[in-house]
């Protein structure tokens, strides 16, 4: 019995006789006033579960399965809404969020397998996927931005003073330079700033200012923190060739 026989069935079963939905049903059986989520029959034959204006679900006489949220497949509701209704009449598939390579996006578990969630996709009743199979994205580090951004602290002479003024670093009153750390590290008309920089990275919190204890063991280690935490952020989002999980 494939998800086109039972949303025939379940219409049958469940329809309103009167009202705004007559001639729909719930697709929650048990929750008839939740109206905004429903099983309708097409124009064309096909049988459709329908969110609100999203057809969640369209199902074909052959078996097949188109999915579509008209771009809320991040929506919590959305995707509790999808999974019910896959689990109900088609036997399995959910929306997850997928991390892979260090970006966050939304799957679709299908048959043990992840897919990359698209509107349009299309199954076949056993689950297979038939439309395009989209590849995942990875956030990965930006070597170009980064290696960029190592020469220009160098250049300015901001790496060459570090281990004097880290030396030289005592508690901070203030913990704002008024400009960011990269344009102040990078820059040497900044270089008055950049006392103010190495106490911070020298005593970055209440804890150690109170116990007037340097965060690092040495200014190599300090050095090395810092530019880490600039360069976390210089990523770039890249296509892989990776299309299941």
């Not at 679900?57 to 999915?67: F, P, Q, S, V």
């Not at 199979?133 to 980064?146: C, L, N, P």
Request: proline content about 3%; some cysteine.
């Amino acid at each position: 019995m494939n998800a086109h026989t039972k949303l025939t069935m379940h219409l049958s079963r469940h329809m309103y006789k009167r009202g705004q939905f007559k001639g729909d049903a719930p697709a929650d059986c048990g929750r008839r006033a939740k109206t905004h989520f429903r099983v309708v029959k097409g124009n064309g034959g096909q049988m459709i579960v329908r969110m609100h204006n999203a057809d969640l679900i369209t199902a074909y006489e052959d078996g097949r399965i188109k999915l579509h949220t008209n771009g809320w497949h991040t929506s919590r509701t959305t995707r509790d809404c999808m999974g019910e209704a896959l689990a109900n009449f088609f036997g399995w598939g959910y929306l997850c969020t997928t991390r892979y390579r260090g970006y966050s996006q939304t799957g679709i578990r299908m048959n043990g397998k992840t897919y990359r969630y698209y509107d349009g996709m299309e199954f076949n009743a056993e689950g297979a996927l038939l439309s395009e199979a989209k590849v995942f994205t990875a956030k990965i580090t930006d070597r170009e931005e980064t290696s960029e951004f190592r020469a220009d602290i160098k250049a300015s002479g901001f790496v060459g003073m570090f281990p004097i003024l880290y030396h030289a670093a005592e508690v901070p009153t203030q913990t704002w330079y008024g400009h960011p750390t990269k344009k102040v590290m990078s820059c040497d008309y900044h270089a008055n700033d950049w006392p103010g920089v190495v106490a911070l990275v020298k005593y970055p919190s209440y804890y150690y200012r109170a116990k007037n204890e340097p965060r690092h063991r040495n200014h190599k280690d300090a050095l090395r923190a810092l530019v880490a935490s600039i360069t976390k952020n210089m990523t770039k989002f890249v296509d892989t060739d990776v299309t299941v999980l």
